[in-house]
């Protein structure tokens, strides 16, 4: 079985500033890693995703997450965000067979003008 | 082309009901899986279905949760004797296959039993 822990219930910062959205998981076997976002009133959106090969993946809005075997993390990073970006970032697992995505609590990325 | 639909977009029902929550996902894709969304809980996997057979039904909360999946496209949902505790957003995600992990998910319904 996999879980995930993201540390962080909200996370509040200005815009233009970096943020780091953290994550980690517990699985014994390999494993597939995700990035979801929900902005308000809308569905989940994929956001990236680690499935293998380079450890550094990006996404189109700028966005980029590394996995970390060791430290079992799959942070998620931004060097700088816009008050687009406010939305509930969910990082989820999928590995060993496991038909279904396990899924973290949710980061609530909080932009402030 | 058109994303994962689902109907309806909010039910509300009385504790006892049964409710039926419906899923059509992207044509073509093979997988197709039911998640909730709750403030306690979180998003929960319920079940997944390859074409039209779901191997493991071992996620469902309770025997009165239900799914079905016809002709490798539409799935419904199915809660019989509807509880309070089941108020939830029901999502539902297709895939082009198990093995590619890209899971597109719907808008949701979101359940209330009063």
Redesign the interface.
Known sequence: AQSVTQLDSQVPVFEEAPVELRCNYSSSVSVYLFWYVQYPNQGLQLLLKYLSGSTLVESINGFEAEFNKSQTSFHLRKPSVHISDTAEYFCAVKGGGADGLTFGKGTHLIIQP | GAGVSQSPSNKVTEKGKDVELRCDPISGHTAL?W?RQSLGQ???????FQGNSA??KS?LPSDRFSAERTGGSVSTLTIQRTQQEDSAVY?C?SAWD?AT????????TRLTVL
Request: hydrophobic fraction near 30%; aromatic fraction near 26%; glycine fraction near 18%.
């Open positions: 899986y998640y979180g998003l929960e996997f319920l079940i997944y191997p493991d996620g999502l995600a198990r992990d890209t899971q597109y998910f719907g808008p949701g």
